[in-house]
């Protein structure tokens, strides 16, 4: 297929459009479907990578500290989320641990340290040919981060188990709620900015 880099398509009705360049915070939109088709990304690195970064570091206190520690009858228990994962396999339910351990660990810490070297500064003008490969591993990778959903099953836990025995949260927990945060605003990020920047830095090192 013979690629234009001068046209762009509308993802919602295949209008074509001549490609321009934006202005800060400028957004172009389809006129007959309304679909967005481009937008500056020009601040779009100054934005996210702290953001990135952050919540890498959030990650790693989530799954030094507890989650929570029940308190039953003079007993009490307490987990990490690895621990978590390693008490489902030892019962047993082995698929369920892999799916905890690809879901809440893996494919988070994977996309936040895919992005973050994705987003780093360089000086060659030409990216490195695991920059592309990354960039398509990080996309595969998000429909498969689920750490809001592991949030709510925890606070529904929690709430139900706090009928029985005394729950206290622990720190995991609050970073797991800061964790939410940060991965919905680092979500947000449109990977198109960084297929932009493999475009041109292919554009620059064309013969």
């Not at 507890?66 to 390693?86: C, H, K, R, S, Y």
């Amino acid at each position: 297929m013979r690629e234009l880099p001068d046209l762009i398509a509308c993802e919602g009705c295949d209008a074509i459009y001549q490609k321009r360049s934006l202005h800060h915070r400028e957004i172009a939109v389809c006129v007959r479907c309304g679909t967005e088709l481009g937008r500056d990304f020009s601040r779009a690195r100054a934005r996210i990578l702290p953001l990135a970064v952050a919540g890498l570091i959030v990650f790693i206190i989530a799954n030094a500290f507890p989650i929570v520690e029940i308190e039953l009858q003079g007993l009490t228990n307490q987990t990490t989320l690895f621990g978590a994962v390693l008490a489902l396999y030892a019962e047993g339910m082995s698929l369920v641990a892999f799916l905890v351990l690809a879901t809440t660990i893996l494919s988070p810490a994977l996309q936040l340290i895919i992005l973050i070297y994705l987003l780093v500064p360089r000086s060659e003008a030409v990216q490195p040919p695991v920059f592309r490969w990354l960039l398509h591993t990080m996309q595969a990778l998000r429909p498969w981060g689920m750490i809001e959903v592991f949030l709510l099953g925890v606070l529904v836990a929690i709430v139900k188990l706090s009928n029985m025995a005394t729950v206290l949260p622990g720190i995991a927990l609050w970073a797991f709620g800061v964790l939410t945060i940060l991965l919905a605003a680092i979500i947000s990020f449109d990977p198109r900015y960084l297929w932009q920047t493999v475009a041109a830095s292919s554009d620059e090192g064309a013969p």
